[in-house]
Each structure stands twice: as C-alpha cells, then as structure tokens.
C-alpha cells in the first residue's frame, strides 16, 4: 500500500480491489436471514418473541438475534434486496472497516433501539440497513475519493426516502427506533473510523513533490502575483550579406568560328 511522507496510507485507483467475500458476506448474512425464516415458520419457533425487548433483561438478546428475525415474507423481502446490496458495497470499497461496522453496528444500535424503543419486540434488518446507509453517504462525502462520493450519490438516491421511516407515526407497525439508532450509529462510525487518505494521481511535473520551478519557462511567464507577462517581441534578424564589389566577377566571351575549320 502506498503511503504518503507522514507514513499514512493512501487511498488510489488502486484502492478497490474485488474479491470473493464482496458477494460471499452478504450471501451468507441473507441466507441466515431466510433460514431463521424458514426455521421459525417450520417448528413454531416464535421468534419474534427473541427480538429486542427495551429495558428488559430478556430482551438484551434481540440485540444478537434481531437482524436475523423478521415477521413476515413481505418483511424479509423488504430486508433482503438492500441488506445484499449495501453489505455488497461496504466490502468492495471498505474493506478493512466492513466488519468492524457489520459487527459494532448491530451491536451499538441494537443497544440504543434497547433504550429508546417502546415496550414491544423489535425485529427485522432494517436497523443494520440504516447503518450502512448512513455510514456509505457520510464517508463517501468525509473522504472526498470520486468514486466514495459517486456511491454516496447513489446510496442516497436509491435510499435516501427512507429518511421519513426514524420519525415516529408514520407506521405504526415499523420500528423508528431502530431506525434511527441505525442512522445515528451510522453516522458516528463514519466520524470515527478512519480511512485512507485520498491522493489524486500524478500527472503534471509540477505536481510532483520534488518539483523545482526555478528554470520552468511556462513557470517564468507569471510575476510574483501570479499575473501573465507577455513575451518581449521577437528582435529583427539581420542578415548579413557580402559587398557586391567583394564577389568575384564572371565574364563570358564570344569566340567567332574559323570558316576554314573543317566540320565536325
């Protein structure tokens, strides 16, 4: 990895690399999430009972188990399509912070849903979904790295009206709380994780570090203000030419035939 001449790494083109685990991860968390489906409805499990219970001890466990259960096929559909795709995301441009944000992320708004959230169980990936959400745009813009900031564009596009679902009464049924644990906890990593310096690429002389602009023409066309000055014009050349009377002179004459020559 490069690094610049603090010894910090740098974040380049080459930053991005694929791999496996970019599909991998957010395969197996789906696949989890459908076989607790699958398990609740096929044994009576319920499982809803095992989410988030705020200020209960029993419920503390919800906050481990509760993105794995969902109430329904609409609510795990719902879950499924954003969970893959944002985990898909974060691996592929976050590597080395995507676990610590899968794993703190559960936990932390978890535990804030816990404090906050009304005397029912909460279910469901959606508080992970604001996680990441949140995370994705506010790095991309903190980092100021074209392509980050191109996700976070997209991430809001795509997301961004989800924004009305922290906000309590807007349905009933949905759990705001973990929401905006989940935007809230988002937002503090994005602050709190570090990444790379963003170093654009080198292509100018004049970009380089040991770059000397003393004898740089270009660079000697611009006053100490930093104002253009024009090129003096251009001397006359003269040309020097040697005196007629110095050339040397060439004469033809005329010789007339002799008639009694004989011919040729």
Same mark, same amino acid.
């Given at each position: 990895?490069?690094?610049?001449?603090?010894?910090?790494?740098?974040?380049?083109?080459?930053?991005?690399?694929?791999?496996?685990?970019?599909?991998?991860?957010?395969?197996?968390?789906? &696949?989890?999430?459908?076989?607790?489906?699958?398990?609740?409805?096929? %044994?009576?499990?319920?499982?809803?009972?095992?989410?988030i219970?705020p200020?209960? %001890?029993?419920? &503390?466990?919800?906050?481990?188990?509760s =993105?794995?259960?969902?109430?329904?096929?609409?609510?795990?559909?719902?879950?499924?399509?954003?969970i893959?795709?944002?985990?898909?995301?974060?691996?592929? %441009?976050?590597?080395?912070?995507?676990?610590?944000?899968?794993?703190?992320? $559960?936990?932390?708004?978890?535990?804030? *849903?816990?404090?906050?959230?009304?005397?029912?169980?909460?279910?469901?990936?959606?508080? &992970?979904i604001?996680?990441? *959400?949140?995370?994705?745009?506010?790095?991309?813009?903190?980092?100021?790295?074209?392509?980050?900031?191109?996700?976070?564009?997209?991430?809001?596009? $795509?997301?961004?009206?989800?924004?009305?679902?922290?906000?309590?009464? $807007?349905?009933?049924?949905?759990?705001?709380?973990?929401?905006?644990?989940? &935007?809230?906890?988002? %937002?503090?990593?994005?602050?709190?994780?570090? *990444?790379s310096?963003?170093? @654009?690429?080198? @292509?100018?002389?004049?970009?380089? =570090?040991?770059?000397?602009?003393?004898?740089?023409?270009?660079?000697?066309?611009?006053?100490?203000?930093?104002?253009?000055?024009?090129?003096p014009?251009?001397?006359?050349?003269?040309?020097?030419?040697?005196?007629q009377?110095?050339?040397?002179?060439?004469?033809?004459?005329?010789?007339?035939?002799?008639?009694?020559?004989?011919?040729?």
């Amino acid at each position: 990895m490069l690094r610049n001449a603090l010894n910090q790494p740098i974040m380049n083109d080459d930053h991005f690399k694929f791999s496996a685990s970019v599909i991998l991860l957010p395969f197996i968390f789906v &696949l989890t999430m459908w076989l607790a489906f699958y398990a609740d409805i096929k %044994f009576n499990l319920n499982a809803a009972d095992w989410g988030i219970l705020p200020r209960t %001890f029993e419920g &503390l466990r919800g906050i481990l188990l509760s =993105p794995f259960i969902h109430g329904n096929m609409e609510h795990l559909y719902n879950n499924t399509i954003p969970i893959f795709i944002l985990l898909a995301a974060l691996r592929y %441009f976050y590597r080395e912070q995507s676990m610590a944000v899968i794993g703190y992320g $559960i936990l932390l708004s978890g535990f804030l *849903t816990w404090i906050i959230g009304r005397e029912s169980h909460h279910i469901g990936a959606s508080g &992970l979904i604001y996680v990441l *959400t949140s995370f994705i745009f506010l790095k991309g813009v903190r980092t100021k790295h074209y392509r980050l900031v191109a996700l976070s564009l997209a991430v809001i596009m $795509i997301y961004g009206s989800t924004i009305w679902y922290i906000f309590p009464g $807007i349905e009933k049924e949905m759990s705001w709380e973990g929401h905006l644990s989940g &935007l809230i906890t988002g %937002f503090a990593f994005a602050i709190a994780f570090k *990444t790379s310096d963003y170093q @654009r690429p080198i @292509r100018y002389e004049w970009e380089k =570090p040991d770059f000397n602009p003393n004898g740089d023409k270009f660079l000697e066309r611009f006053d100490e203000n930093g104002n253009f000055v024009n090129l003096p014009p251009p001397e006359p050349e003269i040309e020097e030419t040697a005196p007629q009377d110095d050339l040397p002179q060439i004469r033809y004459f005329f010789v007339p035939k002799d008639p009694s020559e004989p011919k040729s």
